[in-house]
């Protein structure tokens, strides 16, 4: 039975086949966002005709919002899907639409990348400009050669509310309180992750539990999480080793100066560029002007997430150490709810940065981990030498290795294989295509066969500390990959 009979039969399924009827006629890839709860729609309601495309620069509730992702999923078929991947607590959809050439089927080799927004109810922005990028997405497929390229080879998926129960209390104008930040339950959501640095805690939300499941079976390249109440990109670690090691009033107090010290990340020069691209697109990010007098001002409109200030729990973090995905938190607005008549403009800074920061998935090198006999192996370990951090291959041996131009060296290793290093050169205008062929470790020997021990590479030293707390953050990244990853 194909992946689409079965799902055709199965009624509790997550993705809105609202365009396309009961069963959609396109293939369905299994690694496509399947969850397993039923959702709760009115599929059959009629929308009002002047709900589609005529999307205005005004905030939409939560109705208003799905409304019009249902609208442009019915008359973009061929470039859109809707699926919810859960529900907040009070009920509401989390909405996800894809937008692609592909939106039903993962294209294999080619990258799947998100936006998620409104993780802090009240920071409204990114929820609206996620929108209009839907809107100009479909709309300017057939005029815009660059935009045909990237959903041509691209599969975008556009979350624009995370915490709908926090907007739906939140009031438009207000710039700088906390009234909607958290989901229905007063947590912050973006503290409600699982932490390498500190143990989280906090009980996990159905939000952040839905966000969890949903990245774990879509292997997300890049993403962007959008806030706001500044204007930066910032870029991980968010946590800090300190504040695993600060566990004394005395060894808190000698601390206490690299609080606010950046926390560097394996990929910190990607993670650097990857904010750049997006302040440097910005109509003003990149001038790092502060919001008002007394909050910082960003060289360059990006800074290092813990040097800004330490968070436990935040989804930047995770994306990154639990599933290779290279998120960045991009505060959009210096008014967390500015007046509606300033969406506009909001949209015209930001247009250029959404887009151009979702091509960066396709910089670097991506390819595929094979067997002899060609077959994909999933879940091979795929790490670039210097960099202490396990990326994964997807269940078509895929892998995608954002990185600058230089040289580098790949150490890829699965289970039951011998482990394989490559060299190779990543430039800055193309992708650098790299298959990887796994050897069995099993040799026909003279007394039958038999299974010969593996020997592992001696690991690289860590990387040049520059200080303690750095060298054990890059030890502890061995065992951390080897406990998280192995
Ligand atoms: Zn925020």
């Given at each position: 039975m194909s992946a689409v009979s079965s799902l055709c039969g199965v009624t509790k399924i997550l993705i809105l086949l609202y365009s396309l009827g009961p069963c959609f006629a396109q293939s369905y890839s299994d690694s496509s966002y399947v969850a397993t709860e039923e959702i709760s729609t009115n599929l059959g309601e009629a929308e009002p005709?002047?709900?589609?495309?005529?999307?205005?620069?005004?905030?939409?509730?939560?109705?208003?919002l799905t409304r019009y992702l249902r609208a442009v999923s019915a008359k973009y078929p061929a470039l859109t899907a809707l699926y919810s991947i859960g529900k907040s607590v009070q009920g509401r959809d989390l909405w996800v639409m894809v937008v692609s050439a592909s939106p039903y089927e993962h294209m294999i080799g080619k990258p799947d990348v998100k936006y998620v927004a409104n993780i802090h109810g009240n920071e409204a922005v990114g929820r609206e400009l996620l929108l209009h990028l839907i809107q100009h997405l479909v709309t300017s497929y057939d005029t815009d050669a660059y935009v045909k390229w990237l959903l041509d080879n691209t599969r975008i998926h556009l979350m624009p509310s995370m915490n709908p129960d926090g907007y739906a209390i939140s009031k438009e104008g207000q710039c700088d309180t906390i009234h909607g930040r958290h989901n229905a339950r007063r947590y912050d959501l973006n503290r409600n992750f699982p932490d390498y640095f500190k143990a989280n805690t906090k009980q996990p939300q159905p939000e952040t539990e839905a966000v969890k499941e949903w990245i774990s079976k879509i292997q997300f390249v890049v993403s962007g999480s959008l806030h706001g109440g500044a204007l930066v990109a910032s870029y991980p670690f968010d946590n800090t080793p300190s504040a695993r090691i600060c566990r004394s009033s005395v060894l808190c107090s000698v601390f206490q100066s690299y609080a606010?010290?950046?926390?560097?990340?394996?990929?910190?020069?990607v993670f650097r560029h990857l904010a750049l691209v997006y302040s440097r697109n910005h109509a003003k990010m990149a001038r790092g002007v502060s919001c008002k007098s007394g909050s910082p001002r960003f060289e360059n409109g990006i800074t290092n997430g813990a040097a800004w200030y330490p968070l436990t729990g935040g989804m930047q973090d995770y994306n990154y150490l639990w599933h290779g995905c290279m998120e960045i938190t991009l505060e959009i607005s210096c008014c967390k709810y500015p007046p509606a008549h300033e969406l506009h403009k909001y949209w015209l800074d930001n247009r250029e940065s959404l887009i151009k920061f979702l091509a960066e998935a396709h910089r670097g090198a991506h390819g595929f981990v094979t067997d002899e006999n060609g077959n994909p192996v999933e879940r091979a370990a795929v790490r670039v030498k210097g960099r202490?951090?396990?990326?994964h291959t997807t269940k078509y041996g895929e892998f995608w290795r954002i990185l600058l131009p230089g040289t580098y060296r790949l150490d890829v290793s699965a289970d039951g294989y011998l482990p394989q290093e490559v060299e190779f050169i990543v430039v800055d205008s193309h992708p650098t295509l790299l298959n990887v062929t796994l050897h069995s470790a099993k040799r026909i020997d003279a007394g039958g066969p038999y299974y010969r021990p593996v020997p592992l590479p001696p690991r690289p030293p860590p990387a040049a500390p520059n200080s303690g707390i750095f060298s054990s953050l890059s030890n502890s990244f061995n065992s951390f990959v080897s406990n998280i990853f192995g």
């Amino acid at each position: 039975m194909s992946a689409v009979s079965s799902l055709c039969g199965v009624t509790k399924i997550l993705i809105l086949l609202y365009s396309l009827g009961p069963c959609f006629a396109q293939s369905y890839s299994d690694s496509s966002y399947v969850a397993t709860e039923e959702i709760s729609t009115n599929l059959g309601e009629a929308e009002p005709r002047d709900n589609g495309l005529d999307l205005e620069f005004r905030y939409h509730d939560h109705d208003q919002l799905t409304r019009y992702l249902r609208a442009v999923s019915a008359k973009y078929p061929a470039l859109t899907a809707l699926y919810s991947i859960g529900k907040s607590v009070q009920g509401r959809d989390l909405w996800v639409m894809v937008v692609s050439a592909s939106p039903y089927e993962h294209m294999i080799g080619k990258p799947d990348v998100k936006y998620v927004a409104n993780i802090h109810g009240n920071e409204a922005v990114g929820r609206e400009l996620l929108l209009h990028l839907i809107q100009h997405l479909v709309t300017s497929y057939d005029t815009d050669a660059y935009v045909k390229w990237l959903l041509d080879n691209t599969r975008i998926h556009l979350m624009p509310s995370m915490n709908p129960d926090g907007y739906a209390i939140s009031k438009e104008g207000q710039c700088d309180t906390i009234h909607g930040r958290h989901n229905a339950r007063r947590y912050d959501l973006n503290r409600n992750f699982p932490d390498y640095f500190k143990a989280n805690t906090k009980q996990p939300q159905p939000e952040t539990e839905a966000v969890k499941e949903w990245i774990s079976k879509i292997q997300f390249v890049v993403s962007g999480s959008l806030h706001g109440g500044a204007l930066v990109a910032s870029y991980p670690f968010d946590n800090t080793p300190s504040a695993r090691i600060c566990r004394s009033s005395v060894l808190c107090s000698v601390f206490q100066s690299y609080a606010h010290s950046p926390s560097i990340a394996p990929d910190d020069d990607v993670f650097r560029h990857l904010a750049l691209v997006y302040s440097r697109n910005h109509a003003k990010m990149a001038r790092g002007v502060s919001c008002k007098s007394g909050s910082p001002r960003f060289e360059n409109g990006i800074t290092n997430g813990a040097a800004w200030y330490p968070l436990t729990g935040g989804m930047q973090d995770y994306n990154y150490l639990w599933h290779g995905c290279m998120e960045i938190t991009l505060e959009i607005s210096c008014c967390k709810y500015p007046p509606a008549h300033e969406l506009h403009k909001y949209w015209l800074d930001n247009r250029e940065s959404l887009i151009k920061f979702l091509a960066e998935a396709h910089r670097g090198a991506h390819g595929f981990v094979t067997d002899e006999n060609g077959n994909p192996v999933e879940r091979a370990a795929v790490r670039v030498k210097g960099r202490d951090v396990a990326y994964h291959t997807t269940k078509y041996g895929e892998f995608w290795r954002i990185l600058l131009p230089g040289t580098y060296r790949l150490d890829v290793s699965a289970d039951g294989y011998l482990p394989q290093e490559v060299e190779f050169i990543v430039v800055d205008s193309h992708p650098t295509l790299l298959n990887v062929t796994l050897h069995s470790a099993k040799r026909i020997d003279a007394g039958g066969p038999y299974y010969r021990p593996v020997p592992l590479p001696p690991r690289p030293p860590p990387a040049a500390p520059n200080s303690g707390i750095f060298s054990s953050l890059s030890n502890s990244f061995n065992s951390f990959v080897s406990n998280i990853f192995g």
